[in-house]
């Protein structure tokens, strides 16, 4: 299984960014994916998830301003970012747990200058 991300980079308060995920080797639409991100000095943290069925659930401190979603045919997990922060620079990680493994993509980094 190989999880590859992208989409990040340097942006001022107010900006928006759209990360994408492509997924390789896993049955993909029946999985519940997810994006968390780790800032320095802290610990991974989850920011959304989407199941198969796409059903959504949101860290509190994105709720309403992110957006998960998934391509099923072009094996492909979404975070669409608004109104982003400065708290929310960090590294983002696309996930998913499968075959009771912890499967992580290489991280996108997301820097958000005030």
């Known amino acids: 299984v190989q999880l590859q991300a992208s989409g990040g980079g340097l942006v001022q308060a107010g900006d928006s960014l759209r990360l994408s995920c492509k997924a390789i080797?896993?049955?993909?639409?029946?999985?519940?994916l997810d994006w968390y991100r780790q800032a320095p000095g802290n610990q991974r943290e989850l920011v959304a998830s989407?199941?198969?069925?796409?059903?959504?659930n949101y860290a509190d401190s994105v709720n309403g301003r992110f957006t998960i979603s998934r391509d099923n045919v072009r094996r492909s997990l979404y975070l669409q970012m608004n109104n982003l922060q400065p708290e929310d620079t960090g590294v983002y990680y696309c996930?998913?747990?499968?075959?009771?493994?912890?499967?992580w993509g290489q991280g996108t980094q997301v820097t958000v200058s005030s």
């Open positions: 989407i199941s198969s069925s796409g059903n959504t």
């Open positions: 996930h998913v747990y499968y075959r009771s493994i912890d499967f």
């Open positions: 080797g896993l049955n993909f639409g029946i999985n519940t």
